[in-house]
């Protein structure tokens, strides 16, 4: 194991942002709050499979009681509190530290940026991967430049072009504020909306989203998941992710090499969004963090993916899975704890 060598505790921060106090002041948003809690869930239990660890985790005061006993400190955030100086303070007493966070208003990109800040090791990827692959028509513009077939994407202005549309915030997370539009009126609906959004062409194929490592260029494909998805008042909603849906998915090793060499910064764990038609497989966008599919891992595989990034750090990470099954992971949960 990566710290068996060690003779002193490694202290490691979580800070998931939305069950972790970055909506202190205000009302949860259950989506994100839902699958936040999973994968917090999920990466403290990789953590406390490991030796050596102290692992701190920050927890919005609705949150308190998410954590059982199991030898984890809780830094309870409440409404009083400035979650950005709780967070600086929290950091300052951690030797590494894992944020989970959405792209949107820089959230992500400014946590990253605090962390490095402070002197502290990130084990996520920089905030200048972040700033890239968390704006969706910068990674578009990235992506084309690279024998990579990536979803034709565009600025949304007032032009309007008859067909099936996706319009979607350039920074959003999952399809929050993501809408169809399938004629004009549609179309300048959204056009009278406030903030910045992208527009792409509406394909039809299967929802593919992809687990990987990376590091300096390099990438390792962990399990190729399949999402499920339903259409409601033109907005698509994430209901299951089959998690190593496919029990040889090496066919995609080739697309997450391409990746990691268009966009090298990356580093850690990384999701990626495809969309697969009858004849392409297309990259709808890049995840910097941990994503939801995550969850179902080490059930899947049996793989802990936080040992395999601790790995990074000093070398290459190993895998050595102990069983090959598809984990179905619910994505729609009970709302936060009142």
Known sequence: MFYSYLLSIVKILVFEYITGGGFNKQE???SLAGEGSLMLNALLDNLIRLNHLEVTVMLDWRYSELIGENGINTVIIRPEHVVTEEFARCV???????????????????????IVSLDKILLTSSASAVAIAGNKFKTYELL????????????????YSPGEWMIKPVDGVGCADSYVVSNRQEFEQMTARKGTFIIQPHLQGAKISLSGLFKQGRGWLVCANSQHFELTNRQYHLREIVVNHHPDPGRYQQ?????????????GYVGIDLIETATQTWVLEINPRL????????DALGINVAEAVMQLLHGEPIFNPTCNNPITVQTQQASHAS
């Open 291 to 298: 994503t939801t599919s995550f969850v179902g891992i080490y």
């Open 28 to 30: 949860l948003p259950d």
């Open 92 to 114: 300052k007493q951690a030797d590494l530290v894992w944020p989970i966070a959405p792209e949107f208003d820089g959230i992500l990109q400014t946590l990253c940026q605090t």
């Open 144 to 159: 084309r430049q690279h024998p990579i077939s990536v979803v034709p994407s565009r600025m949304l202005d007032d032009e």
């Open 255 to 267: 697309l997450v090499d391409q990746i990691a060499q268009a966009l090298p910064e990356l580093w």
